[in-house]
């Protein structure tokens, strides 16, 4: 199903280019001193067919301004729940009688009629944090209205609702910002249309040409703030006729040795083969995985069957997948539970704001950094249409570095330049491929978290690496075969090892690297992880 937006009234952009999805939102980007309204249309996939999806949401996130008088304000009718933090908001929010707010689609009153209404606090999927739901005390419909309250600087912009942080700009007149505090979230009910009203105030005359604009970010359902219990879903169409009894799957033949468990099904994800149109490209890794990359260069990874291991898992991971640093590892991550906080997008921060409970179950495994980077560097090279705002970029950079990567500019002159991946994905300070000064705070921070990780590896020793997480997770020493399989290698231009002097020295992640080293070796040694423990199974 997709969602379609088309303007229904004169629509003046500062500038257009603005005008795109980075992460999991979509951008809009409006002059200073205009209004535009926008249809909203849930519609079938690659079609303008109507749909009805059931209790759909949409989340509104960076309502704030550059300065006073010049306030975001975002106008939506016919809703059926709004929700917000359960607490102070950085913005205004009032909420009036359906069909009396100055709403597109609706006749227009000078006054619209304050709502009758009912709050509640209620649990989100994340554990300890709930949200505040409002809802008609009719149990209706109705209107809302937001309107922007504090100053915002483009460094304090969410990119997924999903990892709302607090974020503190590098900036003399910054304060510390709570992205979820300038986010909100609103449902509908038994419709396949909305309208909403963008505007953003100005205090200057009529006459003055306006220079600057400002853009309005939404997404998809936020955990931040849906009901725990509360999931969007789609009708389906009626079965023309009733369908007849599944057919058994065949046996399998039976192993040499008894298979003792398989993954834990909550992580299985089947690929959808009827709808592999909605992907760019579909990468066959191995009997077990794949990797979809959409038409934005945004990956996830898709289970196609169960990964055969070497223990029972009672553990909740939550896997840190920093780019170029062993996609094979998803089979291992895939034995356990994954957190409740980690989405199946392939490359996710460790939340800024994580407490020592979830940093306790986060796996990853690191790299070497000038091999990390040079293996991003080739990878482009073979794969110009990867790599996109999961990467963890600034807005038009990857268009930029991945065009000078095709001419040839070598990698000390493109990826060479984004230093300190490994330590803003850990923090969750930055994106990856931010390619911003890296604080000496944030290399601290860095390094405490990773000694509260619950796994640690390095793909310079994937096998005791695998070992290690099997022992921790699993309690058993002993490796399976298809967690050996390098399903994604990336060679360079020789097919040869990389010479780490082609990149500069990234003095963050080298530093932070060494710890993670000096961890890996301690905790082989203190769970006797040695080639001659560690069986190879399978």
């Given at each position: ?41 849930f519609v079938r996939n690659h079609t303008f067919c109507p749909q009805t999806p059931v209790l759909p949401k949409l989340t509104f996130c960076d309502i704030d301004h ?113 992205q979820a505090k300038r986010c909100f979230m609103v449902e509908f009910s038994n419709t396949s249309e909305f309208f909403v009203k963008f505007k953003i105030r100005t205090d200057g005359p009529p006459h003055v040409v306006q220079e600057y604009g400002r ?324």
């Open positions: 199903m997709d969602l379609v937006f088309v303007n229904t009234t004169e629509y003046v952009p500062k500038n257009t280019d603005w005008n795109e999805i980075v992460g999991a939102q979509a951008i809009v980007n409006l002059l200073i001193g205009e209004t535009v309204t926008l249809k909203g249309e550059d300065k006073d008088g010049e306030n975001e304000i975002l106008l939506l009718d016919g809703v059926s729940a709004v929700y917000t933090v359960d607490g102070d908001l950085d913005f205004d929010i009032k909420l009036y009688n359906y069909g009396t707010l100055n709403s597109p689609g609706l006749p227009s009153f000078s006054n619209p009629v304050p709502l009758d209404y009912t709050t509640a606090s209620i649990q989100t999927p994340i554990p300890g944090r709930t949200s505040r739901k409002y809802v008609a005390s009719s149990g209706g419909k109705f209107g809302i209205k937001a309107t922007s309250q504090m100053f915002g600087h483009g460094c304090d912009n969410p990119s997924d609702p999903n990892q709302l942080t607090n974020v503190t700009c590098p900036t003399a007149s910054a304060v510390t910002v709570d853009n309005f970010a939404m997404s998809g359902t936020s955990n931040y703030f849906v009901d725990e219990d509360n999931y969007s879903c789609f009708t389906a169409a009626p079965t023309a006729a009733p369908t007849g009894a599944p057919t058994a799957a065949p046996t399998a033949a039976p192993t040499a040795t008894p298979t003792r468990f398989t993954m834990n099904p909550e992580n299985e994800r089947k690929p959808d083969r009827a709808n592999n149109d909605t992907y760019e490209i579909v990468e066959v890794l191995d009997d077990y995985t794949e990797v979809h990359i959409d038409k934005y260069g945004v990956e996830s990874v898709k289970l196609v069957r169960g990964v055969e291991a070497v223990g029972h898992c009672n553990a909740t991971v939550w896997w840190l997948h920093v780019p170029k640093t062993g996609t094979s590892f998803h089979k291992s991550a895939a034995i356990c539970k994954w957190s409740p906080h980690r989405t199946h997008a392939t490359h996710q921060n460790v939340p800024m704001n994580a407490h020592d409970e979830l940093l306790s179950t986060v796996v990853t495994i690191l790299r070497h950094p000038a091999e990390r980077l040079l293996s991003a560097y080739y990878y482009i090279q073979k794969n110009p249409g990867c790599c996109g705002p999961d990467w963890g970029w600034k807005w038009g950079t990857p268009h930029r570095v991945k065009k000078k990567i095709a001419k040839g500019v070598p990698a000390s002159d493109t990826v060479g330049k984004f230093f300190g991946c490994q330590t803003n994905m850990i923090t969750g300070q930055a994106g990856c491929m931010a390619g911003e000064d890296i604080p000496r705070a944030r290399i601290q921070e860095a390094k405490r978290r990773l000694n509260k990780f619950l796994f640690v590896g390095l793909m310079d020793h994937w096998a005791l690496s695998v070992c290690l997480y099997n022992y921790v997770t699993t309690n058993e020493r002993l490796i399976h075969t298809s967690q050996l399989r390098n399903n994604r290698p990336t060679y360079g231009a020789h097919n040869s090892a990389y010479n780490r002097t082609e990149v500069p020295k990234d003095h963050a992640d080298d530093e932070v690297y060494a710890a993670a080293v000096e961890r890996f070796h301690r905790d082989i040694a203190k769970h006797n992880i040695t080639e001659h423990t560690c069986p190879i199974v399978g």
